[in-house]
């Protein structure tokens, strides 16, 4: 499966836009790419994800490079409830395989 | 409230002592996994499961089996748990394998083998 590289960690102000970058370099042709966060003591949410075309939500927005071997999920306005630990992650919409993989992902610190 | 349950939230329990954390969902989801996060490492795939009655390893099984009867409970059970088996776990569901299905995530299970 491909696997994904992620900063470790990156810090933030309130209220500033934020830009976590992922790298895919291997992704396949069928390969989605889905946004993971981690608040404090609860287990993972889903954010998001996109195949080529960029994507917004309610709570991000990622953009897809044209390349596909890297993308960035964009939060707009940092809150303190944005401190997470964000994971990128490919799906093969081909795949009949159940096998996820995590990574260690990206700390955000959010300060006030 | 649809969501994905674990119990227990906190587990001590000493070498060699079978345990069973559970997990249920109601949300009616085929797929269902287990994972493993520790410091350092992230999550790590434990096992998964399709649909009723069918299981397969993930990334890190050794130590672990799962079973799945019914498709709303899948259990992890560690048959004789060791120090190394400490970490913190989640439980996850979804509709499908469908890359449009997202993951829900239990609110974790932290079990200390001593």
């Known amino acids: 499966d491909a696997k994904t590289t992620q900063p470790n960690s990156m810090e933030s102000n309130e209220e500033e836009p934020v830009h976590l970058p992922c790298n895919h370099s291997?992704?396949?042709?069928?390969?989605?790419i889905h946004w993971y966060r981690q608040l404090p003591s609860q287990g993972p949410e889903y954010v998001i994800h996109?195949?080529?075309s960029n994507v917004n939500n309610r709570m991000a927005s990622l953009a897809i490079a044209e390349d596909r071997k890297s993308s960035t999920l964009i939060l707009h306005r940092a809150t303190l409830r944005d401190a997470a630990v964000y994971y990128c992650?490919?799906?093969?919409?081909?795949?009949?395989?159940?096998?996820?993989?995590f990574g260690r992902g990206t700390q955000l610190t959010v300060w006030p | 409230e649809a969501q994905v349950t674990q119990n227990p939230r906190y587990l001590i329990t000493v070498t060699g002592k079978k345990l069973t954390v559970t997990c249920s969902q109601n949300?009616?989801?085929?797929?269902m996994s287990w994972y493993r996060q520790d410091p350092g490492l992230g999550l790590r795939q434990i096992y998964y499961?399709?649909?009723?009655?069918?299981?397969d390893k993930g990334d890190v099984p050794e130590g672990y089996k799962v079973s799945r009867k019914e498709k709303r409970n899948f259990p992890l059970i560690l048959e004789s748990p060791s120090p190394n088996q400490t970490s913190l776990y989640f439980c996850?569901?979804?509709?499908?394998?469908?890359?449009?299905?997202?993951?829900?995530f239990g609110n974790g299970t932290r079990l200390t083998v001593t």
């Open positions: 996850a569901s979804s509709l499908s394998l469908r890359v449009d299905s997202p993951l829900h």
């Open positions: 291997t992704i396949s042709g069928t390969d989605y």
């Open positions: 996109g195949l080529t």
């Open positions: 992650i490919l799906r093969d919409r081909g795949s009949t395989l159940g096998r996820l993989y």
């Open positions: 949300m009616n989801h085929e797929y």
């Open positions: 499961s399709m649909n009723v009655e069918v299981t």
